[in-house]
């Protein structure tokens, strides 16, 4: 065994011989948009993502289903697994087979194996003090969603995060394994502040974040000032509360989105600074909304501060 539940880590690490560990991750979620092709492709990137953050490179992938038979149109469940099987084969991975069940609530995602090197696996927790923090994607999805959801914004305006969430992290991992990445992990349901705590060794690293560096969807901040939450947010929010610290005045309805659950969000990547510019550089050459956000500090008493 190489990496353990008990580290926290993305996904589990098995060492198979000494020149190959295996990486496994499952994720499956409800929909989050109306197109079913669409909710394929995001169910299927959030869940190979887990193999990206750990510097792998994702091999096979099995469906999982859980399907309201006979209430459903059988139609609907073969758009999403095409759009599952898309972005399986984009990522270079083959789907193996899966399993389904009968259940009043549409469920779908994938359980993905990767393979890595054991010396270049990158994990939560290398982060060393001095170390840029990048984000690869921007946040908030789960305000987005639940504005679709409740028909406060139109399928247009979801357009953006929608792209942004059937995006596979290939990319980003690619580049953050050449540019020697010290850690790594992807934002999702516990929100940017919730997974960032992740990267923090205790006793030794903190974050400290630039609010105005990290960018977010068109549009969110206007539902935030309204209060369109996911109900994730506030749990969220209140489990992180006791590790952060706000400084200067950001008002409430900034704060807030700091918690927002993700789905299929960015990598965060703690890396040199020298390493941070060029690897947001080359992102950006390719489309890739990427921004150094933070950086890595000695930790202090709140283990999260955000100026
Ligand atoms: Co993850
Ligand atoms: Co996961
Ligand atoms: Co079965």
Redo the contacts with the bound molecule.
Sequence with gaps: MLRSIDRLD?AGVYLISADTAIIQTIDFITPIVNDPYSFGQIAAANSI??VY?MGGRPVTAMNVVCFPSGEMDIDILKEILRGGLDKIHEAGAALMGGHSVNDPEMKYGLSVTGVVHPDKLITNSGTRIGDSLVLTKPLGTGVMSTALKNRLISEKEMKEALKSMTALNKIAAELMIEMGAHAC??I?GFGLIGHASHLIQEGETGIEFDFSAITFFTGVMELSQKKVYPGGLGRNRDFCAPNVEFKGRIPEYKRNLLFDPQTSGGLLIALPPEKAAMMVEKLRKKQIIASIIGKVVKQAEHKITIR
Aim: glycine share 0%; hydrophobic share 0%; charged share 45%.
């Design positions: 993305d993502s887990d953050t992990t992807d999702t």
